[in-house]
């Protein structure tokens, strides 16, 4: 009886082959595209952040949050910061719950900049904080605004040449410290970006240096661990190490910390 089972043939093995490397090329470059989109999207909202910054700056002599006219923390020291709350010399913001942070987004415009996130309460007695949802990073990121630190012990910050910073912060990045939820250290599991991805938003919109210019490898910490909260510049060690991205990390490590006003000339 014929057997008519037979193999492939070289020929066909090697257009299997051919046919197989096309979908992975294709799939790589499509996932570069949508990178690179999120990361052009990413840079057009910052211009929009900043635009709007600069309008209410003309309009009311000082910037969303600080402003004693519309909020009960502003102190008009020029600082997105803890303001009236009464935090002694610190410039932290270690939550949406007090602080100027709490009416930033909303004193700007909150039906254009602002969209429900409801997983991120003020307090245990508050449903939802509402923030701009970032175009890059892990599923959800969101942006905040803050006086970046460099150090503090407790609620007393060093505030050696503060400057205003936008934050790209994952949706899980904050823990609940009663009576309020407060922003989580970024870590390999409470970060928003991947190091590829921050460096080439670096790279885009500044000097593609990790630790230098207005858009920096940053983070996130909290209240209490180590004492500064907010927006600071000491990078995850799986993001950046000095000067240089560690783009070998395939996963979410990086807080990119943008200064503000930096994308339209007018920094704050």
């Known amino acids: 009886m014929k057997n008519n089972q037979h193999g ?24 570069s595209m949508i990178s690179s989109a999120g990361i052009n999207a990413t840079i057009a909202q910052v211009q929009q952040f900043d635009s709007a910054v600069m309008s209410f700056k003309e309009k009311y002599n000082g910037i969303p949050g600080d402003s004693s006219r519309f909020s009960t923390y502003g102190n008009g020291d020029g600082l997105i910061a803890c303001g009236n709350y009464g935090c002694g010399s610190g410039v932290y913001v270690a939550s949406f719950w007090v602080g100027e942070l709490t009416t930033f987004w909303s004193d700007m ?9 409801t997983n991120i309460p003020f307090s245990s007695t508050d ?12 599923r959800g990121s969101v942006f905040i605004a803050g006086a970046k630190v460099i150090h503090a012990t407790h609620y007393n910050a060093d505030r050696t040449a ?33 190091p590829a991805d921050a460096l080439a938003l670096d790279k885009k919109a500044d000097d593609g240096i990790a630790n230098t210019g207005d858009i920096l490898s940053g983070a996130i910490s909290d209240y209490s661990t180590p004492d500064i909260g907010g927006i600071t510049e000491t990078a995850a060690t799986g993001c950046s190490a000095s000067a240089s991205y560690t783009i070998t990390t395939d996963s979410e490590q990086c807080t990119p910390i943008i200064r503000m006003g930096s994308q339209t000339g007018s920094v704050q």
């Open 109 to 117: 415009d909150r039906g254009k900049f602002t969209a429900g996130l």
């Open 127 to 138: 449903s939802a904080t509402y923030v701009p949802k970032a175009k890059m990073g892990r």
């Open 8 to 31: 492939f043939t070289l020929v066909e093995l090697s257009i299997v082959l051919v046919i197989i490397g096309l979908l992975i090329g294709g799939i790589l470059v499509g996932q």
């Open 162 to 194: 503060p400057k205003n910073y936008y934050a790209i912060m994952a949706q899980n990045q904050y823990e609940y410290v009663a009576p309020f939820y407060a922003f989580a250290t970024t870590s390999a599991t409470k970060s928003a970006v991947k």
